[in-house]
């Protein structure tokens, strides 16, 4: 699932000694590491970090730039600094907010190293590709290390509800291909790949299991589409998650084969919030989004 975002981001540097009996305890893909709990100045360059740590009612000192998730670009109101995009930061900016924490991720990599020279940093990649364990330790673990227990408790409990109750409507609902346009552009992604969740998570029974597991997908075709029939799409739009040029995914899928499929005649598709699905992937408020459309969408068709 996370095969290819998990690729070379075991690098964790925290500055952490030995666990100590008052810090906190962050589980990373270098395994456990100790971090001084409530931190008052905090950045992230993850984005499904800075989506849970908002979930958690914890503010950050500064904010990357552009953010791409709608629910988050309240953020970016003018009252936080730009520390970078979410692959290159602004070290001046970073350097200057003296922050106590900085939490990277994926896409900011290739940058822990010099991250930690200002700061202690730990990398906030999935350390699993299990979604659903990734999301519940992570909220949990931020919740312990910035006082937000409670809050945390209750956003983990609610996602495990609702991902309860999509796995029962999910369950011989039909079989289902995640499927990301890029312009005019299609590819496929199937179980085992940085999407697959949706199967060995959501519980929708794919389609095909040979797909190609590459980070974009195996490339298909309109005729393809029509050959394999799926009950369900799952769309997920990537130039719109990323604010490119370029048709959308409606417009892209409007083509006669593809309306002759199952999905299409009978509404079964579900076109993912782009930027939730994609960039704020592990966030416990996208996560839980994306499970409630899937809810929706399913909750319908029966």
Not at 7 to 16: E, L, N, P, Q, S
Not at 236 to 243: G, I, N, Q, S
Not at 278 to 297: E, M, N, W
Request: hydrophobic share 40%; net charge negative.
């Amino acid at each position: 699932m996370f095969g290819q975002l998990l690729k070379g981001a075991a690098c964790v540097i925290a500055f952490a000694a030995p666990a100590a009996a008052a810090e906190t305890q962050l589980t990373t893909l270098a395994g456990t590491v100790s971090v001084q709990p409530n931190p008052t100045e905090v950045i992230t360059f993850d984005l499904g970090t800075l989506d849970t740590l908002t979930a958690l009612e914890v503010d950050v000192a500064g904010v990357p730039s552009p953010i791409y998730v709608p629910a988050l670009e309240h953020l970016d109101d003018g009252t936080r600094p730009h520390i970078g995009t979410l692959f290159e930061p602004d070290y001046e900016q970073v350097f200057a907010l003296k922050p106590d924490l900085i939490l990277a991720g994926p896409r900011t990599r290739e940058q822990i190293e010099f991250l930690g020279k200002i700061a202690p940093t730990v990398d906030m990649s999935p350390f699993s590709d299990d979604i659903e364990k990734v999301v519940k330790t992570q909220t949990t673990e931020l919740g312990a290390l910035f006082g937000k227990e409670a809050k945390a408790t209750d956003l983990v409990d609610q996602l495990h509800r609702s991902l309860e109750t999509l796995r029962a409507l999910t369950k011989d609902a039909g079989k289902g291909l995640i499927v990301m346009t890029n312009g005019p552009k299609l590819s496929a992604f199937g179980p085992g790949s940085r999407f697959g969740w949706v199967h060995e998570t959501f519980g929708v029974e794919p389609l095909l299991d040979n797909v190609d597991a590459e980070t974009h997908g195996e490339a298909i075709s309109f005729e393809f589409l029509h050959e394999v029939n799926p009950d369900w799409l799952i769309v997920f739009d990537r130039t719109k998650a990323t604010r490119g040029d370029g048709a959308t995914a409606d417009v892209t899928l409007n083509n006669e084969l593809v309306a002759q499929t199952t999905a299409m005649q009978k509404g079964q598709v579900i076109y993912v919030h782009p930027a939730d699905f994609y960039i704020a992937t592990t966030g416990v408020r996208s996560l839980q989004d994306t499970v409630d459309q899937f809810i929706a969408a399913f909750g319908a068709a029966q």
